[in-house]
């Protein structure tokens, strides 16, 4: 899980830019939960993935969430994850963006996940690294 390469700058993992359905639900105590939110991915990695939320959950929130990606047709991802940032918003009725770092997923639907990203980052890198992309500009 700490694979590194060149697309990935001072990242750990590559984010894939791109939009899938969440739902998920804060965690306040062992019994207590908030209702559930349908959001929408603006990002997602290996590592977490960053969505849109009406509510503004402090930094360490414990999170559930079902992820529906397209190569998962009828399964779904289930996983946990904790609140890394959130950020809010300067108007009222604002949707706040909020980065859940993954703490449990699934291990089959982890590497389904890891290589689906893989190819879809290949896709928008043209099959090379970003390193062998700026190689080819300078000479």
């Known amino acids: 899980m700490n694979q590194r390469n060149d697309n990935l ?5 590559y984010r894939l830019k791109a939009t899938y359905l969440v739902c998920f639900r804060a ?30 959950f402090p930094k360490g929130t414990e999170i559930e969430m079902v992820i529906k990606l397209p190569m998962f047709y009828e399964k779904k991802i289930q996983a946990k994850g ?40 290949l896709k928008e890198t043209e099959g090379q690294s970003l390193r062998e992309r700026m190689d080819r500009r300078e000479g």
């Open 9 to 13: 700058g001072r990242r750990q993992f």
């Open 27 to 56: 965690k306040f105590t062992k019994s207590v939960f908030s209702h559930y939110q349908y959001s929408l991915t603006k990002d997602i990695s290996v590592g977490g993935l960053l969505v849109m939320s009406e509510e503004i």
């Open 82 to 121: 904790v609140v890394a940032t959130m950020v809010k918003a300067t108007t009222q009725h604002a949707l706040y963006p909020i980065r859940i770092k993954f703490t449990a997923v699934d291990e089959h639907a982890f590497e389904e996940l890891k290589d689906f990203i893989d190819q879809e980052m």
